[in-house]
């Protein structure tokens, strides 16, 4: 009872505070419908999708208008891209979806910890020229890395390593400045305390970043985890200059290209909805399960002094 009248009295006090500001009740209408407004624009395009997977694409071809509501669910579009015969040319979309993760997943886990513990040394460890090191690494973060395309691809070639998924896995591996930067600043607000009551007990360097600092900045691992998995997961460029003729490596960007002009699958429109739906299901998922840490670490708050 006590709570539902707080809730009575709480309503009644903002009535009458729009009564008394009419104004900002005009205000909040505006910015409502506007907000209305903006949701349908991003959601329209989500609907027309999944709706579009989901209807034969006879009855797609027969309708001159948009097919808001299908008359029957069919399954014909999920059909084509997961059955389509990798001996007649095509790609298998699966197969896409699985090389895409491995690629994304392994540079990507082993380039996260380097840049912890980059970070961490930046951020708690005491050695010379540190601060100059510092910027020399955060200028490179505005180097147009587009425009050494060209040098990298010498590069790789030289190596040996064209038609391979080592240029787009190995750089990796050895962190981001970015995340460098990101990591540092949340590592600055851990208590130096913390740290030395480690020392004290007897820990080592990677004792205290395995056992102490990983887990209190969790949520910003996180956060640099999401952003650099819907970097490699998006990454068409790469996949397109080192791998065009190893069809068996391509990742799902390079699949989906192909189902453009695919002659197994660009006839229906539904697999090519269905195709987009799917690609974009692991980032919706892995943003559902993971929203948490992710609203925590781009906050940059840490463990403050």
């Known amino acids: 009872m006590t709570d539902l009248k707080n809730v009575i009295e709480e309503r009644n006090l903002r009535k009458a505070i729009r009564k008394r500001n009419p104004k900002k009740s005009i205000t909040d209408v505006v910015v409502f419908f506007c907000l209305i407004l903006y949701t349908?624009?991003?959601?329209?395009?989500?609907?027309?999708?999944?709706?579009?997977?989901?209807?034969?694409?006879?009855?797609?071809?027969?309708?001159?208008?948009?097919?808001?509501?299908?008359?029957?669910?069919?399954?014909?579009?999920?059909?084509?891209?997961?059955?389509?015969?990798?001996?007649?040319?095509?790609?298998?979309?699966?197969?896409?979806?699985?090389?895409?993760?491995?690629?994304?997943?392994?540079?990507?886990?082993?380039?996260?910890?380097?840049?912890?513990?980059?970070?961490?040394?930046?951020?708690?460890?005491?050695?010379?020229?540190?601060?100059?090191?510092?910027?020399?690494?955060?200028?490179?973060?505005?180097?147009?890395?587009?425009?050494?395309?060209?040098?990298?691809?010498?590069?790789?070639?030289?190596?040996?390593?064209?038609?391979?998924?080592?240029?787009?896995?190995?750089?990796?591996?050895?962190?981001?400045?970015?995340?460098?930067?990101?990591?540092?600043?949340?590592?600055?607000?851990?208590?130096?305390?913390?740290?030395?009551?480690?020392?004290?007990?007897?820990?080592?360097?990677?004792?205290?970043?395995?056992k102490v600092i990983i887990p209190m900045a969790l949520p910003a691992f996180v956060a640099q985890f999401i952003f650099g998995f819907v970097s490699g997961y998006n990454n068409y460029v790469s996949a397109l200059m080192y791998l065009p003729s190893e069809k068996g490596l391509w990742p799902l960007q390079l699949v989906l290209s192909n189902t453009i002009t695919d002659s197994l699958i660009a006839p229906y429109i539904n697999a090519k909805c269905a195709a987009a739906l799917v690609g974009m299901l692991p980032l919706i998922v892995l943003y559902c399960f993971m929203q948490k840490f992710f609203i925590e670490g781009i906050s940059v708050g840490g463990v403050k002094e």
């Open 40 to 210: 349908l624009f991003l959601f329209v395009p989500f609907y027309t999708i999944i709706v579009s997977s989901f209807t034969s694409n006879t009855e797609i071809n027969s309708s001159l208008d948009f097919v808001w509501i299908p008359s029957h669910i069919s399954l014909e579009g999920y059909e084509k891209i997961f059955s389509a015969d990798s001996s007649s040319g095509s790609v298998l979309f699966l197969s896409g979806l699985l090389n895409t993760l491995w690629q994304t997943l392994l540079p990507l886990v082993i380039g996260l910890f380097v840049s912890g513990f980059s970070a961490y040394c930046y951020s708690k460890l005491k050695f010379p020229f540190k601060e100059k090191l510092f910027l020399v690494e955060i200028a490179t973060m505005t180097m147009p890395l587009g425009a050494f395309g060209i040098i990298s691809y010498l590069f790789y070639s030289w190596l040996g390593w064209e038609s391979s998924a080592l240029p787009i896995i190995i750089p990796g591996m050895f962190g981001s400045a970015t995340m460098i930067f990101f990591l540092r600043t949340y590592f600055d607000g851990i208590s130096d305390g913390i740290i030395e009551a480690a020392k004290i007990d007897g820990a080592g360097i990677f004792h205290i970043f395995f």
